[in-house]
Structure formats: structure tokens, C-alpha cells
């Protein structure tokens, strides 16, 4: 079946610019994250959705970083006033939430975000 | 806090050799344990994981990993690499809460030779 997509995979964005990002988690799937991977670094957790319950924000590194989701569907990640240390590929993932942490999640390819 | 500590952050093999990939965790109490492959311009995929049953865990590909309490460790093992295994391998550990992200180490890319 499909798996996670994202959107755009490459996005070239001048500091100071508003960029959006966009998950489409896989159906059925009530967990969704967001996580950005910088060269050379291992992931760092932004954001997690899980139904109709308020988001865990408290990986957003600043207030610059938001991110909304519609029910059990897409979701948006929105960097505003861009840095050139947002520079990342930001990955999505989702899961079904059956097993509470030992859900395995499912990523997407990612969008690479260049600042200039 | 929990975290995940991959020792090497680039290893290279022979093709046949044995594969060796290291994990450390830091946790009083066992946590979930995953190992994450990401070949070029892909997302990640789930190798395997460790989530209380056996402590040692078959994954795909011919992979392998050993949950070790006393070393808090899990390892990552392949008896022989093929050149079709050259990629970024991720550790990463969550806890028991329902919904906990995943705490990743910082990669250690494999390099395979012929």
C-alpha cells in the first residue's frame, strides 16, 4: 500500500522567507511526527500528533516552527522568517498507535530544505 | 533524559565480513529499541526491534540484534555484508508511554568494499 509522502522533496527558500512543508501520513494511521535531520546528525523530534489531542510541541526549537494537522490526515509544518540553520531535511513520520512505544513508524522521504 | 549513543560514526567492511554495528542506551528502566536503515536520497525504513520479548531480535535483510540489559546495549550484527548493505543505520529508543517519539543516536554510515 502507500506509504508516507511529503512535499515538496526540495524546497530552495531565501532567509527571511515563510516556507510550508506537507505530510500525507498513511491511512489509517492515528500518530503522526515530525523530524528534522541536519548533516551529520542523528534526528531530532519536532513535533507529534495523535488524534484530537493537543500536539506535543516540545521539540520546536523556536517559535518560528508551528505545525497544524486536519483530524487523522495531512499535516503542516510551517518555518517562518527562515534561518540559514533550518537548513535540514525534515522528515514525517506516522504509526497506528497500537503498541504505545513500540509502535514502529513509518517515514516518509523527506523534504530537503536549503536556506540561502 | 534517555539517549542513544552510536560508537563510530563511519565503518567499512569487506563484502562477506562480519557486520558490527554499535548501540548504546542510557535508561534505568528497558526501553523500546529500534534499528532504522537509510539508504542515498531515502527515508528511513525499520530494521528491527526490541520490545521486551526475545532479547534477540531477527530483522530483515539477514540483520540481527542482541538486547544486552547489563551492557545497555543493542547491537546491530550481520554475519556477511553485501555491497547492497552500504547505508546510514540509525539506533533509536522510546519509552513505554503510548505516543513517546523516537530518540535517535547519530548515525554510523557503513561502507562496504569489494
Known amino acids: 500500500g502507500a506509504g508516507v509522502s511529503q512535499s515538496p522533496s526540495n524546497k530552495v527558500t531565501e532567509k527571511g522567507k515563510d516556507v510550508e512543508l506537507r505530510c500525507d501520513p498513511i491511512s489509517g494511521h492515528t500518530a503522526l511526527y515530525w523530524y528534522r535531520q541536519r548533516l551529520g546528525q542523528g534526528l531530532e523530534f519536532l513535533i507529534y500528533?495523535?488524534?484530537?489531542?493537543?500536539?506535543?510541541k516540545s521539540g520546536l526549537p523556536s517559535d518560528r516552527f508551528s505545525a497544524e494537522r486536519t483530524g487523522e490526515s495531512v499535516s503542516t509544518l510551517t518555518i517562518q522568517r527562515t534561518q540559514q540553520e533550518d537548513s535540514a531535511v525534515y522528515l514525517c513520520?506516522?504509526?497506528?498507535?497500537?503498541?504505545?512505544?513500540?509502535?514502529?513508524?513509518?517515514f516518509g522521504p523527506g523534504t530537503r530544505l536549503t536556506v540561502l | 533524559a534517555q539517549s542513544v549513543t552510536q560508537l563510530g560514526s563511519h565503518v567499512s567492511v569487506s563484502e562477506g565480513a562480519l557486520v558490527l554495528l554499535r548501540c548504546n542506551y542510557s535508561?534505568?528502566?528497558?526501553?523500546?529499541l529500534f534499528w532504522y536503515v537509510q539508504y542515498p536520497n531515502q527515508g528511513l525504513q525499520l530494521l528491527l526491534k526490541y520490545t521486551s520479548a526475545a532479547t534477540l531480535v531477527k530483522g530483515i535483510n539477514g540483520f540481527e540484534a542482541e538486547f544486552k540489559k547489563s551492557e545497555t546495549s543493542f547491537h546491530l550484527t550481520k554475519p556477511s555484508a553485501h555491497m547492497s548493505d552500504a547505508a546510514e543505520y540509525f539506533c533509536?529508543?522510546?519509552?513505554?508511554?503510548?505516543?513517546?517519539?523516537?530518540?535517535f543516536g547519530k548515525g554510523t554510515t557503513l561502507s562496504v568494499s569489494s
Open positions: 500528533f495523535q488524534g484530537n489531542s493537543a500536539p506535543d
Open positions: 535508561s534505568s528502566v528497558p526501553p523500546y
Open positions: 533509536a529508543v522510546s519509552d513505554h508511554q503510548a505516543g513517546t517519539a523516537l530518540i
Open positions: 513520520a506516522s504509526s497506528q498507535r497500537r503498541a504505545g512505544g513500540a509502535d514502529t513508524q513509518y
